[in-house]
């Protein structure tokens, strides 16, 4: 539904997803269903009267959580630049809540892949009593490399000086392995319960 369709002609963006399909109407809501503005962060939905395409609803007699009135939520948290292109911020649930600020994991860890020592990483929000989360990377490290502290304080001033001090991980944890299903996706729910 947000595309790169390059039948549509429009300039391409490095890192965004696309525009919306011409098919489809679709917005991006804060949790009151209001449009959010340019570059805010919100909710994928799709006006399901407006998409002509077949939207899954729910199942029959079972009322689904990702419709609200005439919106399908997509689960997906998205922001949109001024120009109407739509950038993939994190899985709405997996979105980490700081301080008042609203931090996508996506954004930390394409920062600390960039680390020559990282060969994959997860970030999840950890709860905390004074900033309702901390944001927590876990890391595999490559082969050969060490996981020390001078290690986790140059992982962290990487992260503050490309995003904001807001964001970096206060917490990092070093493993073999990160939890995955078997098609490969990272299972963030394993970490946050072990957080």
């Known amino acids: 539904m947000i595309n790169n369709y390059h039948a549509q002609k429009h300039p391409v963006k490095r890192g965004a997803d696309g525009l919306p399909h011409p098919l489809h109407a679709v917005a991006i809501l804060n949790d009151e269903l209001n449009v959010q503005p340019a570059n805010t962060p919100g909710v994928l939905a799709v006006n399901i009267p407006r998409s002509p395409m077949y939207t899954f609803t729910g199942y029959w007699k079972v009322e689904s959580p990702n419709i609200r009135g005439d919106r399908y939520m997509t689960g997906d948290t ?36 960039e680390h020559h020592a990282v060969a994959e990483v997860a970030v999840i929000g950890k709860p905390d009593p004074q900033r309702t989360e901390i944001v927590k990377a876990v890391i595999v490290l490559k082969s050969g490399v060490e996981g020390t502290e001078d290690l986790k304080s140059e992982i962290q001033q990487m992260v503050r000086q490309r995003l904001s001090t807001h ?10 392995a990160l939890p995955k ?3 490969g996706k990272v299972q963030r729910f394993i970490l946050r319960g072990g957080a």
Not at 92 to 109: C, L
Not at 167 to 176: L, M, S
Request: zero cysteines; a negative charge; proline letters at 6%.
């Open 167 to 176: 964001a970096y991980p206060r917490e990092i944890d070093f493993v073999a």
């Open 78 to 113: 998205m922001m949109r630049d001024e120009d109407g292109h739509s950038f993939f911020v994190g899985r709405h649930d997996d979105i980490i809540t700081s301080a008042g600020y609203r931090i996508g994991p996506f954004d930390v860890e394409s920062v600390v892949m």
């Open 181 to 183: 299903t078997p098609s």
